[in-house]
């Protein structure tokens, strides 16, 4: 009887680059043909409320932004922090997925830029699963692995733990709708550089 659908950004059309061929080609035939059937588009942020406006032929008391939360018992200021990896003193951490759109290369080329004696104090911590077209992320962060350290995928639990150890958060990417890891960050007290 009624639809709302939400809507996050859209990544798919200003940079298709960053997503399989499959997804983009999934997008061009449904997204646009589907999206006049609802009655109200929700989306994460005004950035994505103005870009529907811009993009789409809806009015604006149709397209209404809920923001997006953080789950505040995960997310805090830790004391004891227990966790089944072993991280170094000091670090730099960035967390998402392993893939183009979150400017991983950005990011490793800038730390890589560093003089060693700060790379010795600060090392960098990655956690995020894999992707797709990340061959080259995962070769740089191989080759550097005395600085660098790959978690992979870690549940929220172990995620706000390490937020809560890191020296700064960075959150390098290109492109997002909202972006929801400074957010975790700021609500683990961490300095995020974004």
């Keep these: 009887k009624k639809m709302v659908t939400s809507v996050h950004d ?7 680059d960053f997503h399989p061929k499959e997804r983009i080609q999934y997008f061009e ?5 589907n999206i006049y ?3 109200i588009i929700i989306t994460g942020s005004e950035f994505s409320k103005q870009e529907i406006l811009d993009r789409l032929d809806f009015k604006e008391e149709n397209v209404r932004v809920v923001y997006h939360g953080v789950r505040h018992d995960v997310f805090k200021k830790i004391d004891d922090i227990k966790l089944n990896f072993v991280l170094p003193k000091k670090f730099i951490f960035s967390v998402g997925s392993i893939e183009p759109r979150k400017n991983l290369i950005g990011l490793l080329g800038a730390y890589n830029n560093l003089e060693d004696k700060i790379k010795k104090e600060y090392k960098l ?6 992707g797709w077209e990340n061959k080259e992320i ?3 962060i191989e080759k550097n ?4 350290t790959y978690l992979g995928y870690i549940s929220d639990e172990e995620l706000a733990g390490v937020y809560n150890k890191a020296s700064c958060f960075v959150y390098p990417s290109f492109y997002e709708g909202f972006g929801l890891p400074p957010l975790e960050a700021m609500a683990c007290g961490t300095p995020v550089v974004c």
């Design 29 to 33: 035939e449904n997204f646009f043909q």
């Design 125 to 130: 911590v990655i956690a995020g699963f894999k």
């Design 138 to 140: 995962m070769q740089i």
């Design 145 to 148: 692995k005395e600085f660098i």
């Design 10 to 16: 859209f990544s798919f059309i200003l940079h298709k």
């Design 37 to 39: 059937r609802s009655d």
